[in-house]
């Protein structure tokens, strides 16, 4: 820097410059940069002695770095080593400075790997940006609960009242005659869907079928969404559930029908195409 603010230069012309770029809008640092390199210039053009001895000056630094020529690479040529005669004492040059290494310069080819090294490859992957971008998920064909669904309940609300309070009153209600504790039916089957549990109590105790059975799957239905986390609604990613609950569901549907249709008076086991179905809603 010091080198740089010594050197002379035309300081009218310097300032000419500098006002002319500045007042095209250049950027003061630019500005100086392009008025100083335009006053020394014109100082050498006016002082050709100063040109000389520029030129002369700069002469010894490019000698140096070219070297002896002979493609040692820009390296400069190590001093000759002098060898006495025999018996005299040698005398060695000092060593030479470490030479500047440079970059070659650009080729244009892709690298390629040395002879005999193994290849080394490298992928490179283009991730699309939507890849790396937040995307909002889109709505689809979603409608909310209230009032759209609400409303739709609550007319096929109104429409089943209606269907069947016209149909009681134009129906005779199928009731049976009043209770008698002197004559006891026989069968006496409880509602079809307590059939399952009245069937289980032909074949286990009362604590049993009345009171352990029903809690432990009542219980277990509650804790179902406990357990199972899996987020999935596809029936081949819930192998092991959809295997639970059909097996639940045959257990009770199987004793439904067996106290329906399959028992007979003393709820003892019957077949119904040969000695009739005791069966009523």
Do not use: C
């Amino acid at each position: 820097m010091a080198e740089r603010e010594a050197t002379p230069m035309d300081q009218a012309v310097f300032d000419a410059t500098l006002a002319a770029e500045l007042a095209k809008g250049t950027d003061r640092r630019v500005a100086e940069g392009r008025a100083r390199s335009a006053g020394v210039r014109a100082y050498r053009k006016a002082n050709p002695e100063a040109e000389a001895e520029h030129a002369a000056g700069a002469r010894p630094a490019a000698a140096a770095v070219a070297g002896d020529g002979g493609g040692n690479g820009g390296v400069a040529a190590p001093a000759a080593v002098t060898v006495a005669a025999p018996g005299a004492t040698a005398a060695f040059a000092p060593p030479p400075a470490a030479a500047i290494r440079t970059a070659p310069p650009p080729t244009g080819r892709a690298p390629a790997a040395k002879p005999g090294a193994p290849d080394k490859h490298r992928l490179l992957a283009l991730v699309a940006p939507e890849g790396i971008q937040r995307v909002e998920r889109e709505q689809g064909d979603r409608i909310n609960v209230f009032p759209h669904l609400l409303i739709e309940e609550f007319v096929a609300l109104l429409v089943v009242l209606a269907a069947v309070t016209v149909f009681s009153t134009f129906v005779q209600a199928p009731l049976r005659e009043l209770a008698n504790p002197n004559l006891t039916p026989n069968p006496s089957k409880a509602p079809w869907y307590f059939l399952g549990l009245q069937e289980l109590l032909r074949y286990f105790h009362p604590m049993i079928a009345g009171v352990i059975i029903p809690t432990l799957i009542l219980v277990g239905l509650g804790a179902v969404p406990y357990v199972d986390r899996n987020p999935s609604n596809k029936p081949g990613d819930r192998k092991l559930a959809m295997i639970l609950f059909t097996m639940l569901f045959m257990f009770g549907a199987t004793l439904t029908i067996a106290g329906s249709f399959f028992r007979g008076p003393g709820f003892n086991w019957v077949w119904p195409w040969s000695q009739g179905l005791f069966f009523e809603l």
